[in-house]
């Protein structure tokens, strides 16, 4: 009788140590699951797949931001002295498309006549992000402008919905409109 229950120890001890293994296997799937989504976060619910759209980074929020500022502030900052350095470092934060369409908008300003005193400053008052995925995003920004000229002073109070796409690893202007 004895050898009966040996052998019943040993059957006993193999049954657990199968079912350590299992759990142990099925811990480890767990935690690499878990581990690959919390390094790729969507905006799905959790679940096994990963079909959400990701979470843009902090940086890139920062980025589009910082862009669509500089983009205000460089319209902003229009120049009747110097009018091909306001094109150049405005054109820097445009998509080809917006770059485009700036540059022969801005020819046809440039041939009713540019004031060589016209100078102009902006400050920008608030921002925020509208709409945002991995490549594209809408920026709102609200700025106040002042031009000054020949003619006297304007002031101007802008708001705009900055349309920004990803080009590689840059953030560019796509369009921009007036929103009130």
Not at 24 to 33: H, R
């Amino acid at each position: 009788m004895q050898q009966a229950s040996g052998t019943g120890r040993r059957s006993g001890v193999l049954v657990v140590g199968a079912v350590a293994v299992v759990v142990l296997v099925l811990g480890i799937a767990a935690s690499g699951i878990l581990a690959y989504r919390s390094a790729h976060l969507t905006t799905s619910p959790f679940s096994f797949s990963n079909s959400g759209s990701p979470i843009p980074s902090d940086t890139d929020r920062h980025l589009v931001i910082g862009v669509a500022e500089q983009f205000a502030l460089r319209m902003d900052a229009v120049s009747g002295k110097d009018p091909g350095t306001y094109v150049k470092q405005v054109s820097q934060l445009l998509t080809t498309k917006q770059k485009t369409k700036f540059t022969a908008e801005f020819a046809q300003f440039q041939k009713v006549g540019v004031d060589p005193t016209l100078k102009g400053t902006g400050t920008v008052l608030s921002y925020g992000i509208a709409d945002m995925d991995n490549d594209s995003a809408t920026v709102l920004v609200a700025h106040d402008a002042s031009v000054v000229s020949s003619a006297g002073t304007t002031q101007r109070h802008y708001r705009w919905s900055v349309v920004l796409r990803k080009v590689g690893s840059k953030w560019l202007v796509d369009d921009f409109t007036q929103v009130s």
